[in-house]
């Protein structure tokens, strides 16, 4: 029994080569002798749940899209950045960076950590895609030269331009294009006109190969037009 009641008082007996921790629990001052236990949670990285959670209740990610951003710190910060003036669609930056960037990225055996673009670049880009300047097989090709040339100078602009990459939407050569496809496919024409609808993507899909330059939104509606005459 005494033996017992000596490892109890042990157990209580101050460390004399330790001094006494003194906390501060409700401030974030610290002295010399005392820590200020907000100022330490202020100092500690928010955990990947945390991350994850907000993510989900502040941008409407689904979960899967949130762990993956997670996982790649580098995307995280890419979308924070291209998110930061709430001008942008969550979802469809998300979408980007996961399905796109890393694809192009991929292809070139290189990690996220290694991606050379700026976000002023991946702004700028971004912006292009979600505006339908260019689509999305365009975007996969800005980004596969952008990653080739490295340069931060260089702006997505300036490659569209010059590869001839914009995507065409005067109406009038729209148009042509799509009575050319019309006029080339007369099977297709004669069963949607039978009420075989689902056959319209069929259409598009045979414009979009034959130049994959062209605006589908704009050409969609032409296209519905010439096959209700």
């Given at each position: ?10 157990r209580?007996?101050?460390?004399p ?8 629990l ?13 100022l ?37 910060d ?5 998110t930061?003036?709430?001008?942008r ?27 050379p ?20 097989e ?31 939407s ?6 042509k ?5 019309l006029?080339n ?39 519905e ?5």
């Amino acid at each position: 029994m005494r033996d017992k009641e000596v490892v109890q008082d042990y157990r209580y007996m101050p460390e004399p080569n330790l001094p006494p921790l003194r906390v501060n629990l409700k401030t974030d001052i610290e002295h010399r002798d005392v820590l200020s236990v907000p100022l330490i949670q202020d100092k500690i990285p928010e955990l990947p749940e945390q991350s994850r959670k907000k993510l989900i209740e502040d941008f409407g990610l689904r979960p899967e899209t949130s762990i993956q951003l997670v996982n790649e710190p580098t995307l995280l910060d890419y979308f924070q950045n291209l998110t930061s003036d709430k001008t942008r669609n969550p979802n469809k930056v998300a979408n980007f960076l996961i399905n796109d960037l890393l694809t192009v990225l991929n292809k070139r055996k290189l990690s996220a950590d290694d991606c050379p673009l700026t976000v002023k670049q991946l702004k700028e880009l971004t912006d292009m895609l979600l505006s339908k300047d260019i689509n999305l097989e365009i975007c996969r090709n800005v980004l596969d030269e952008l990653i080739v040339i490295s340069d931060d100078d260089v702006s997505p602009l300036d490659v569209v331009e010059e590869k001839g990459w914009k995507l065409q939407s005067n109406e009038d050569e729209l148009t042509k294009l799509c009575i050319e496809v019309l006029e080339n496919n007369p099977k297709l024409v004669k069963q949607y006109k039978s009420g075989k609808t689902k056959v319209f993507k069929a259409l598009l899909g045979i414009l979009s190969k034959s130049n994959n330059k062209v605006d589908m939104s704009v050409a969609s509606k032409i296209m519905e037009g010439l096959l209700k005459k």
